[in-house]
């Protein structure tokens, strides 16, 4: 229960980072806005970690794949496309596309067991539950 309290609680925040990206971005532009919400991002999580320090270590860091520290990078990107994509098309319309996109790349990472985690087979039911997902999205736009 406390996983999917999170996820609801990072889906939400996803959406309200979208909006005030796309905002900000009127004023300033959407890479300077991806720079301030990278920026403002990492104020607030080193803030988090020196008082929480939650058994986590900074030298644990070499011990990372280099790949792997690069995954803050996919958020100046992350931040980029969904302000455009707002921008374009909107937020409802916005966001359930980026949510697609998760589900799919997620799809392939389970299906083929990419960065390390374990192979989860794909049946029927994960294959149409991803079609109606698509489907409600595109009656949406209508």
């Given at each position: 229960?406390?996983?999917?309290?999170?996820?609801?609680?990072?889906?939400?925040?996803?959406?309200?980072?979208?909006?005030?990206?796309?905002?900000?971005?009127?004023?300033i532009g959407t890479w300077q806005a991806?720079?301030?919400?990278?920026?403002?991002?990492?104020?607030?999580?080193?803030?988090?970690?020196?008082?929480?320090?939650?058994?986590?270590?900074?030298?644990?860091?070499?011990?990372?794949?280099?790949?792997?520290?690069?995954?803050?990078?996919?958020?100046?990107?992350?931040?980029?496309?969904?302000?455009?994509?707002?921008?374009?098309?909107?937020?409802?319309?916005?966001?359930?596309?980026?949510?697609?996109?998760?589900?799919?790349?997620?799809?392939?990472?389970?299906?083929?067991?990419?960065?390390?985690?374990?192979?989860?087979?794909?049946?029927?039911p994960q294959f149409i539950g991803l079609?109606?997902?698509?489907?409600?999205?595109?009656?949406?736009?209508?």
């Open positions: 229960m406390k996983g999917i309290l999170f996820a609801f609680l990072g889906g939400a925040c996803i959406t309200l980072q979208g909006v005030a990206n796309a905002r900000i971005s009127e004023s991806a720079t301030l919400t990278q920026l403002t991002g990492f104020i607030m999580a080193f803030a988090i970690y020196l008082f929480v320090k939650d058994g986590g270590d900074l030298r644990g860091f070499t011990k990372v794949k280099p790949l792997y520290l690069a995954g803050g990078a996919f958020g100046s990107v992350i931040i980029f496309g969904e302000v455009t994509a707002i921008h374009t098309v909107g937020v409802t319309f916005a966001i359930a596309a980026l949510l697609i996109a998760q589900l799919c790349v997620t799809f392939l990472i389970d299906t083929f067991g990419w960065f390390g985690t374990v192979k989860n087979k794909m049946g029927a079609a109606m997902m698509i489907g409600g999205v595109l009656l949406m736009k209508l």
